[in-house]
């Protein structure tokens, strides 16, 4: 299985580029110099050129930030040049989040302010960043018509990076149509008359014709137009370049059946995505490292690289790289001869495929509606040529039989989108219905009367010890906990920041209910935002379960650390963890001491979970495993709940 990053689009990434250290340097000096100037033209250009720096330095929600302060700056003056700029480095921005509706919009609006200034490198800028999002959008024609346009301009204007921009996005094009020799073509136009070669344009260049002769098997070309990619890559010192062109020289090498080539190559490139942290890189170079090992017969340092692969791509949910990881593990298996294991991670495989190709249908919907209108308005053309040379009569007759037709589709389309709508509202009142009522047995199960019980007789005990001030405090923490979680109940998030007040207070009854029994630690990222949420109540009944039967049955003191963090900008992670028995042994003691005895409070989360994750798009998951130590003997367990990310 091989992985290939996707070709570079020219002009979005191209521009302002430069190396890190430099980059935090100026962005230093930009923002000292922005506390001294006033609401002017020049505080734009200020707010713009700190937001390039951030956008450069890979930190977009500061970036964008900087980018809207600039734009609102520029309208309120009536800055042309800044609406320009702020409105295209928001369409970049937005772009590179794969939020093609929103930087289209932004686009749509620097072209205006383009044209509006009668700047002709502006304007052709811009028309060739919307050309990119009809190319992420799969609507060719579109993005061809865009660029062709684009390359004109340039030529009337002489821009000769730009005409070579051009013509590199017009390859491009070709390219995903797998019209490769018309790529080609373009992509070696693109090279003519080069001024400065050491560029990450020319890099980006090279990359992307080598893919072009790898997916041909002229892997001559391709290791060539690798290598001069990875050599501009160096001389620039961009390391994300290195690391790819190094990528693609590894899977030249396993075509080529060169294994222990391709090992060298990429760990390499393994050692720089690791650096630059790039997740969903080191996840598909750890499932190129387990084919080299499976073909050079080092079994276990296959299996070991697939499952590192599995792992980090369970953890980002990048279902293409997951989808890869269980056919590995299936072939790997099957190699092995362990036939029940290859056929498991093949189901999976083979499911994951599915949910992948129905999440490819939806994106094609747009691309589908474009062509059927296209089709439409052609159509129509060549009915009215038609008509012209009909007789007036007949004429009518067709618009009268058109005219019925069509409203005829619009009542059977009507009819079919009230049942539809009719059946949807229904289903979503039942699944709220149902939410609601579940969120009521989970505030129930987690303030259950033998919870109560136990919390007064706590209090009791401390009464009648003569420990009153104990008493007190222990009755007013209770208090305030019952009260959070009675108005937490009939929301349906709640703030990380509210969440952890509540599991404190929760875990701090508990030590004192248990005489101090264990120890604990509640730990939130810096990059966690006030403003981000979850379900309420959701974590309280992993924390008691790690009590009770975790931390309880053991003789000496425990502890518990719950830590909350944010991954990628997209999911929430709560890690839930003891140092207790072991999940074995307390079902082991479980089933000798009460074998009928199930946790309420478990099973309604769980009826929680599939809820929440049948009425929205983004899951809800939830694992658990012991803790080993280099003994292999158990030393705790973890919890660990992913929750999409959001906001109240």
């Known amino acids: 299985m091989k992985f290939k990053n996707i070709l570079f689009l020219f002009l979005i990434l191209f521009g302002f580029k430069q190396s890190n250290?430099?980059?935090?340097?100026?962005?230093?000096?930009?923002?000292?110099?922005?506390?001294?100037?006033?609401?002017?033209?020049?505080?734009?250009?200020?707010?713009?050129?700190?937001?390039?720096?951030l956008f450069n330095l890979e930190d977009g929600g500061q970036s964008v930030n900087y980018f809207n302060r600039s734009l609102q700056l520029s309208e309120t003056i009536d800055y042309k040049k800044g609406i320009y700029t702020s409105n295209n480095m928001l369409g970049n921005y937005y772009a590179n989040q794969d939020e093609n509706n929103k930087a289209m919009a932004y686009y749509s609006k620097a072209l205006i302010a383009s044209k509006e200034l009668k700047d002709e490198r502006k304007y052709v800028g811009v028309l060739s960043n919307i050309g990119n999002i009809y190319v992420s959008r799969a609507q060719y024609t579109n993005a061809l018509e865009n660029y062709t346009q684009a390359l004109k301009i340039r030529e009337k204007i002489k821009d000769t990076i730009g005409i070579a921009t051009s013509k590199a996005n017009i390859a491009t094009i070709y390219y995903y149509q797998k019209k490769y020799d018309v790529a080609i073509k373009h992509y070696l136009s693109a090279l003519e008359n080069k001024k400065d070669e050491n560029t990450y344009f020319y890099s980006?260049?090279?990359?992307?014709?080598?893919?072009?002769?790898?997916?041909?098997?002229?892997?001559?070309?391709?290791?060539?137009?690798?290598?001069?990619?990875?050599?501009?890559?160096?001389?620039?010192?961009?390391?994300l370049g290195v690391a790819v062109a190094n990528n693609g020289i590894a899977?030249?090498?396993?075509?080529?059946?060169k294994y222990n080539e391709a090992l060298d190559i990429e760990l390499k490139a393994l050692d720089l995505f690791s650096k630059l942290n790039d997740k969903k890189r080191i996840s598909e170079t750890y499932g190129s490292l387990g084919v080299i090992y499976d073909s050079l017969k080092q079994y276990s340092k296959a299996?070991?690289?697939?499952?590192?692969?599995?792992?980090?791509?369970?953890i980002i949910n990048y279902k293409i790289a997951l989808s890869a990881s269980y056919l590995m593990l299936s072939n790997h298996y099957k190699i092995n001869n362990k036939y029940k294991e290859a056929y498991d991670f093949f189901y999976l495989h083979k499911n994951m495929e599915d949910?992948?190709?129905?999440?490819?249908?939806?994106?094609?919907?747009?691309?589908?509606?474009?062509?059927?209108?296209?089709?439409n308005k052609i159509k129509e053309i060549e009915l009215?040529?038609?008509?012209?040379?009909?007789?007036?009569?007949?004429?009518?007759?067709?618009?009268q039989f058109t005219f019925s037709m069509f409203i005829l589709a619009t009542i059977v389309v009507l009819f079919i989108f009230i049942l539809y709508n009719r059946k949807q509202t229904k289903n979503k009142i039942l699944l709220q219905n149902k939410y609601l009522t579940l969120e009521r047995n989970a505030l129930a199960a987690q303030m259950n009367p033998h919870?109560?019980?136990?919390?007064?007789g706590s209090i009791g005990g401390f009464i009648s010890e003569n420990k009153k001030e104990k008493a007190l405090e222990y009755l007013g923490v209770f208090s305030k906990l019952i009260r959070h979680n009675l108005e937490q109940s009939r929301q349906q998030l709640t703030t990380v920041t509210d969440e952890v007040k509540m599991l404190q207070s929760y875990l701090y009854l508990e030590q004192l209910r248990y005489n101090n029994k264990f120890d604990f630690k509640v730990i939130?990222?810096?990059?966690?935002?006030?403003?981000?949420?979850?379900?309420?109540?959701?974590?309280?009944?992993?924390?008691?379960?790690?009590?009770?039967?975790?931390?309880?049955?053991?003789?000496?003191?425990?502890?518990?650390?719950?830590?909350?963090?944010?991954?990628?900008?997209?999911?929430?992670?709560?890690?839930?963890?003891?140092?207790?028995?072991?999940?074995?042994?307390?079902?082991?003691?479980?089933?000798?001491?009460?074998?009928?005895?199930?946790?309420?409070?478990?099973?309604?989360?769980?009826?929680r979970v599939q809820t929440l994750n049948l009425m929205y798009k983004e899951k809800i998951h939830i694992s658990t495993h012991d803790l080993l130590n280099e003994n292999n003997s158990v030393t705790g367990t973890l919890v660990k709940l992913v929750f999409p990310l959001n906001y109240i």
Request: aromatic letters at 8%; glycine letters at 2%.
């Open 21 to 53: 250290a430099s980059s935090k340097n100026m962005l230093d000096s930009l923002k000292r110099e922005l506390r001294k100037t006033v609401l002017d033209t020049n505080r734009v250009n200020i707010l713009i050129a700190i937001g390039k720096h």
């Open 303 to 314: 299996e070991e690289c697939f499952k590192k692969q599995l792992s980090i791509s369970e």
């Open 204 to 239: 980006h260049l090279y990359y992307n014709l080598a893919l072009v002769y790898e997916d041909i098997k002229d892997y001559t070309n391709a290791l060539k137009y690798f290598n001069l990619s990875l050599k501009i890559s160096k001389y620039i010192d961009d390391e």
């Open 524 to 607: 939130v990222a810096k990059n966690m935002e006030d403003s981000a949420a979850i379900p309420p109540m959701f974590i309280q009944p992993f924390v008691e379960n790690a009590i009770l039967h975790g931390i309880l049955p053991k003789n000496e003191q425990g502890n518990i650390t719950i830590k909350f963090y944010i991954v990628d900008d997209t999911n929430i992670v709560c890690e839930v963890q003891d140092d207790g028995i072991g999940i074995a042994e307390s079902l082991k003691r479980k089933t000798k001491f009460s074998p009928k005895h199930n946790s309420l409070a478990l099973t309604i989360t769980e009826e």
């Open 384 to 399: 009215l040529k038609a008509e012209k040379n009909l007789q007036v009569l007949e004429s009518k007759r067709n618009k």
């Open 451 to 456: 919870f109560i019980f136990n919390s007064l």
């Open 355 to 375: 949910s992948i190709k129905i999440e490819t249908n939806a994106k094609s919907l747009l691309e589908i509606q474009t062509e059927y209108e296209t089709n």
């Open 251 to 257: 899977r030249v090498y396993i075509s080529q059946q």
